[in-house]
């Protein structure tokens, strides 16, 4: 592992200044950051702390019923805050299923997001793959058991966030501030396909820091749910995940299903979604709407098994947000 010298600015404005220069990357909980450094993959002489800068912290409750988080608010609070809990569902299940307790105390709401990719070959520092700047994605052929089901290609990475999906549902924007001013992005944009770059997983530009994300005050009838599947149930990364929100009775007037870890981007089904809405909502109702879901799917040589799980996920989540039983 490389030296690495940490600084800490006194407010975003230079922390985004010094980010802007190369050298120079973010640091929130460490935990990704720090473990990509010791697997040499990136090796930034200097890391710019964002921990403790005001601007980036609280999570507020507003008059209007909008929830802001700080991008350095730790998941754990966001987990146990009761209020997250009652209005905003899907975020705290989502933030509480995350890694262990420890790293739940460690990862921040901003690096959660930013987290790069779990696939094997890009955290092998000797297998030069597409995303860092080779010419071959090694799961297409190799081993994907992980990997795509939706969304693939060229790169066929899934995204690795819990609170990405849960958010999205909630329609939730990120504040991003950096060279060029402030700007304000719905998270559903902000992710990017390897169509558009294999290297990258988001448009955040240099210099650019996320301080905040803003979730709209769900209007009185949205229950919402996040649900996943690991391969073990202590600490793991999700096999697949999805957020559910619901609004309506028991005829639904929308609904929003975004699935993680099944593509290189969290993955809203409109198909799942109209497949929800204008009758009644009952398990034959809720199968549709996962069948809906996976309709495009595409598994790789040994990944099919995902395409099975996200299914019964789906329609598990369904149940229970709507407060039927699953099967
Ligand atoms: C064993 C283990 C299991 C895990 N399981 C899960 C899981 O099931 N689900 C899940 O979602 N996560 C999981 N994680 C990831 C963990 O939850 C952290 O969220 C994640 O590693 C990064 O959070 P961090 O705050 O430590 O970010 P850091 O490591 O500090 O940063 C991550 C990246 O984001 C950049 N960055 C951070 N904050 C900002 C910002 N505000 N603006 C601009 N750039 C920024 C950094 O430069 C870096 O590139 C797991 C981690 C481990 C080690």
Not at 287 to 301: H, N, T, V, Y
């Amino acid at each position: 592992m490389n030296r690495f010298e940490v600084i800490t600015p006194a407010d975003v404005a230079s922390a985004s200044r010094l980010l802007a220069e190369d050298g120079y990357v973010a640091l929130a909980g460490g935990v990704d950051v720090v473990d990509l450094s010791k697997q040499n993959i990136v090796s930034p002489p200097t890391l710019v702390n964002l921990k403790g800068l005001k601007e980036l912290g609280g999570i507020e409750l507003r008059s209007s019923g909008d929830l802001r988080l700080g991008a350095t608010v730790k998941l754990s609070e966001v987990a146990e805050h009761p209020a997250i809990r009652a209005k905003f569902t899907a975020i705290a299940e989502a933030a509480g299923e995350a890694a262990t307790p420890q790293i739940r105390n460690l990862g921040t709401v901003g690096g959660n997001l930013l987290q790069r990719p779990r696939c094997w070959y890009f955290r092998n520092p000797d297998v030069l793959c597409l995303k860092k700047g080779g010419d071959t994605c090694y799961s297409i052929g190799g081993l994907n058991r992980y990997h795509a089901i939706l969304g693939g290609g060229p790169s066929f990475i899934v995204h690795p966030s819990n609170l990405a999906p849960a958010l999205i549902a909630m329609r939730a924007s990120a504040t991003i501030v950096g060279p060029a001013g402030q700007r304000a992005v719905e998270l559903e944009k902000f992710f990017t396909l390897p169509t558009v770059d294999p290297k990258r997983e988001n448009s955040l530009k240099p210099g650019e820091i996320i301080t905040e994300v803003i979730v709209p005050a769900p209007s009185a009838g949205v229950r919402s749910h996040y649900l996943e599947a690991r391969e073990k149930q202590s600490f793991d990364w999700p096999l697949v995940s999805v957020a559910i929100v619901l609004d309506g009775g028991s005829t639904v007037r929308d609904a929003r299903v975004v699935m993680g870890a099944v593509a290189p981007v969290p993955w809203r089904s409109p198909e799942a979604e109209a497949a929800l809405k204008g009758g009644p909502l009952d398990e034959s109702r809720a199968r549709s709407a996962a069948e809906a879901a996976l309709k495009d799917a595409q598994p790789m040589s040994d990944n099919a098994y995902k395409v099975v799980i996200a299914k019964v996920i789906v329609r598990r989540a369904i149940l229970h947000t709507a407060g039927l039983e699953a099967a």
